[in-house]
Each structure stands twice: as C-alpha cells, then as structure tokens.
C-alpha cells in the first residue's frame, strides 16, 4: 500500500541505540537507528540470530530502555534522553497490541475468554467485553471458536486468537515476533494476510520480526539488520496526499 506522502509516521526512532551491561561484558546489540514506520504499513524487520530485531521491537514497544536517541509513537516523544511518559504500562496497553511466536494464550481459558480478559483490564463491562470478542474473532475468521479451550485449536487457529487479544484496544502500533514460525507456508500466509487487513482497514503500523523465509515476499517492505545495523531499508513507497 503507498503511504500518502503527507502521512505522519506511528513509530520514529532517532539515533536509537541499546548496549546490554557495561565495559568488557557490554553488548552493542542496537547502534544508532533512524526509522519510521507509516499507517497502513507491514514490514518485516529481518536479519540473523542475534542481529538485533528483538531489541528494537522491545525498545518500540518500550519494554527496553533505550541507551541513546529518541523514540516517539504516535505522534508523542516517549522516550528522549529518559522516558517522557509517566506510565509506560497505560501506554502500552492503549497504543500497542503485541503478538508472539507461540501465541501465549492462557490455557484455562476459552478463546473468546482469553480475549475478554484483556477488555476487562481496559474497563470494559463483562457484557460488553464478551461482545467484543466475539466481533473480533469473527474479524479474524475463528469466531466459530469462541467457547475452545486453546489446547483444541490448530496452530493457526490460535494464533488468530492471538492477534485478535492484540487488536482488543484498537492499538495503532502492533508489534510481532516470529508470529508465522510455528505455522507450515498455508497458515503463515493466512496470518500474514490478516496482519495486512488489519494494518490497511485499522491503519495501524505493524512491525514483524522475522526469520521465516515463507512470508518475506509478502511485506510492504523490508529492513535488514546485521550485528545491530540497519544494513538494508526499503523507503515506503509514497504515493499522493490523502488531503
Ligand atoms: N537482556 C540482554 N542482556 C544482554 N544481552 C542481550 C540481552 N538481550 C539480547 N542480548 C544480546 O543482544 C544481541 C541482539 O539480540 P536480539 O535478541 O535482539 O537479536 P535477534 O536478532 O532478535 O536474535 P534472534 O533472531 O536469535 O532472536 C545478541 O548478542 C544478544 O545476545
């Protein structure tokens, strides 16, 4: 999808960077990084095995703390030289969704549970909340699967659950790690086309870690990262102003 060129980004990093421990045991696992990821967007963040994707899909979903630059979400400085947001849980749970490879849903309960409890924690009444996972999960394609413990679901099934309890408060910013790696080529696709209509019809931003080869084509666009670089970054492609 072409970003309008009047677009404002929902994720910027400037000259972000992050150093695990200090001295001789201090891992560079980030240095400096600029980037920008538009509404509407999916792209991949790839690179080998300790390259530093987890890190900088941890420090935008602010679960690490940056060792230099600044990150803004939304349009909001959060962090600059220190964290300018007081309360870094009700950020996230307002503005992004987060998805991981094994789905983590709780095994006690239902599908259509496991989404509600994350409205609840939002404020939602139980009735309310309970419809909204059921709107969800037929949005998703799995809302015959309301009432299923997570043990029952196929792979792909419950990772449909997954996202929909990441979609529970609209974020616009939602962040994947490895969300198609437990899954064989037909899942993985089926994923990824829901993780597009999600970004185009809730223009969100969505960020996906990857090491799956199965899906790399079907990004909006790709950032390479090696030994913590950017080593190769696809521009979005603009197209005109949405005004
Ligand atoms: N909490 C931590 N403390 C110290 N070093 C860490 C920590 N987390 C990650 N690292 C190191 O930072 C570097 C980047 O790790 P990161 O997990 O971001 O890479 P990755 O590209 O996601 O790897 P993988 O694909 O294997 O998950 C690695 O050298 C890793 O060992």
């Known amino acids: 999808m072409p970003v309008p060129s009047d677009a404002h980004p929902l994720v910027e990093l400037r000259g972000v960077a992050k150093t695990y421990g200090r001295g001789e045991v201090a891992v560079h696992a980030l240095k400096a990084t600029d980037l920008r990821v538009y509404p509407g967007e999916v792209v991949g963040l790839l690179g080998p095995s300790g390259s530093g994707k987890t890190t900088?899909?941890?420090?935008?979903?602010?679960?690490?703390?940056?060792?230099?630059?600044?990150?803004?979400?939304?349009?909001?400085?959060?962090?600059?030289?220190?964290?300018?947001?007081?309360?870094?849980?009700?950020?996230?749970?307002?503005?992004?969704?987060?998805?991981?490879?094994?789905?983590?849903?709780?095994?006690?309960?239902?599908?259509?549970?496991?989404?509600?409890?994350?409205?609840d924690l939002a404020g939602y009444s139980g009735a309310a909340a309970r419809d909204r996972a059921r709107d969800l999960l037929d949005y998703l394609e799995v809302g015959h699967r309301f009432g299923t413990l997570p043990s029952r679901l196929s792979g792909g099934e419950a990772q449909r659950v997954a996202i929909a309890r990441a979609l529970a408060n609209r974020p616009r910013i939602i962040l994947a790690d490895e969300p198609t790696a437990a899954l064989d080529s037909q899942r993985a696709g089926i994923v990824l086309d829901l993780l597009r209509k999600v970004a185009v019809e809730q223009q969100a931003a969505i960020l996906v870690v990857s090491h799956d080869e199965k899906i790399f084509d079907r990004f909006d666009r790709r950032i390479v990262l090696r030994d913590g670089r950017v080593v190769e970054y696809d521009e979005p492609a603009h197209g005109p102003a949405e005004a």
């Open 56 to 119: 900088l899909l941890n420090l935008v979903g602010c679960i690490v703390e940056p060792t230099e630059g600044s990150l803004s979400l939304d349009g909001q400085t959060v962090y600059d030289g220190g964290w300018r947001c007081a309360d870094l849980r009700r950020l996230r749970l307002e503005k992004i969704g987060f998805i991981f490879q094994f789905h983590n849903l709780l095994p006690f309960l239902t599908a259509g549970e496991n989404v509600a409890v994350v409205l």
